[in-house]
């Protein structure tokens, strides 16, 4: 329910959210550090405000920026097997997906484990850094909407699991150590899950909700 | 064009089923065929999605099995399970369960990703072990067929409108 004790942050005139599951129309009010909105009449989440402090989406978007780099480019694990070794990277199951002729899914689980997760940081950081910079620009809703549709395919948090899980398939067959790339990757995975969650429900600007752009 | 909801409602309903029949098509090849050939000095072994699980438990792999079981498996029958769910109880108009029936579809978006776990497994794994005669791992057709399931009912989710569950509890909340 939404709590009725706040005031109404955005007064001057009659702003509505509508949730995204039932299509219920709510006014805007202000929400307090860790409180939650939900919609009155199916219970989602409507916003929330993050226990963290305003800058910590932004921080946690460029710390996922600057981890993707040792991600992307730092072995996740080492195989070895008769003295023979070899590296496995984030784009080490796309080429072979290429080089077996399956070339639309290897470009699918680049787009899922790589290009995605990459964008939707730059993508946040787009959106987060103007108004913590005071830079000249402003993005908005249309930046809004390409970071709700690149969540829904950004999956790195599925490929650290399959990474794992291939750790243990491998075992029986070949010597298999982690290595470096995987804490940088799975690290980035979590800055994606956070950055994303402290401000997917995170109050909107006041003047982007009175457009009627954000619903 | 005609752009009344009803109408846009029933073109959504329309391509969701459409959607996940296809999902539900692709299913089927990809449990039946092979998704990963493995080459150990010689010895080659074909394993489709369930006997590459089997073939974990086997290892005494039991909780990373289950993972596998419930990410290849359990999550697109119950995603096409629930989608069915959906699409029938708003055959005629909103249903009288929207509550549960919009926590279904909130569960049904948010499971829907992990079934790429054995999309990302096999070319991972086909990636790293490539050691000639000794120790080779190549991917088979079943994984594209089951990527091509993932991909239709992620499609078929996010196509379903869930709003179509609840004209008729607004117009009791209304009343």
Same mark, same amino acid.
């Given at each position: ?215 | ?75 697109? @029958?119950?995603? !096409?399970?629930? =989608? *069915? #769910?959906?699409? /029938?109880?708003? +055959?005629?108009?909103? &249903? %009288?369960? $929207? ?49 091509? @399931?993932?991909? !239709?009912?992620? =499609? *078929? #989710?996010?196509? /379903?409108?869930? +709003?179509?569950?609840? &004209? %008729?509890? $607004? ?5």
């Amino acid at each position: 329910m939404l709590p009725s004790q706040t005031p109404l942050s955005f007064p001057a005139a009659p702003v509505r959210l509508t949730c995204r599951l039932c299509g219920c129309g709510h006014d805007t009010i202000a929400l307090a550090r860790g409180e939650r909105a939900s919609c009155a009449r199916c219970g989602a989440l409507l916003a929330a405000r993050s226990r963290f402090d305003t800058d910590a989406p932004l921080a946690f978007a460029l710390t996922g920026l600057l981890l993707a780099y040792p991600a992307f480019t730092l072995p996740l694990v080492k195989v070895a097997k008769f003295g023979s070794a070899r590296d496995g990277l984030v784009l080490t199951g796309v080429a072979a997906l290429w080089r077996h002729d399956m070339r639309l899914l290897a470009v699918w689980v680049l787009f899922c484990g790589a290009l995605a997760p990459l964008a939707l940081l730059v993508v946040l950081g787009g959106l987060l850094a103007p108004s913590r910079f005071a830079l000249p620009w402003r993005t908005g809703a249309s930046w809004w909407r390409a970071a709700r549709a690149l969540d829904h395919w950004a999956m790195p948090e599925v490929q650290v699991l399959a990474v794992l899980v291939a750790l243990f398939k491998l075992g029986r067959l070949v010597n298999v150590s982690l290595q470096t790339g995987f804490w940088c990757y799975a690290a980035m995975a979590a800055m994606i899950l956070l950055a994303w969650r402290t401000c997917e429900f995170a109050p909107r600007p006041a003047a982007d909700v009175r457009a009627g752009k954000l619903t | 064009m005609n752009f009344f909801p009803s109408n846009l409602q029933r073109r959504r309903r329309a391509q969701c089923a459409a959607l996940a029949c296809a999902a539900a098509i692709m299913l089927v090849p990809a449990n039946l065929l092979p998704v990963l050939r493995t080459n150990l000095s010689g010895r080659v072994r074909t394993d489709t999605i369930f006997s590459g699980i089997v073939g974990l438990c086997e290892d005494g792999n039991w909780a990373i099995g289950a993972i596998v079981f419930v990410a290849s498996i359990l999550i697109p @029958a119950l995603k !096409l399970v629930g =989608l *069915a #769910t959906l699409l /029938f109880a708003t +055959r005629r108009g909103a &249903p %009288a369960h $929207a509550h549960g029936l919009t926590r279904l579809f909130a569960l049904l978006d948010f499971i829907g990703r992990w079934s790429m776990l054995d999309v990302f497994l096999a070319g991972f794994l086909a990636g790293v072990v490539r050691f000639g005669a000794l120790a080779n791992i190549e991917p088979r057709s079943g994984i594209a067929a089951f990527a091509a @399931a993932v991909v !239709l009912t992620v =499609l *078929a #989710t996010a196509t /379903f409108d869930p +709003r179509s569950l609840w &004209p %008729a509890a $607004a117009e009791r909340l209304a009343a």
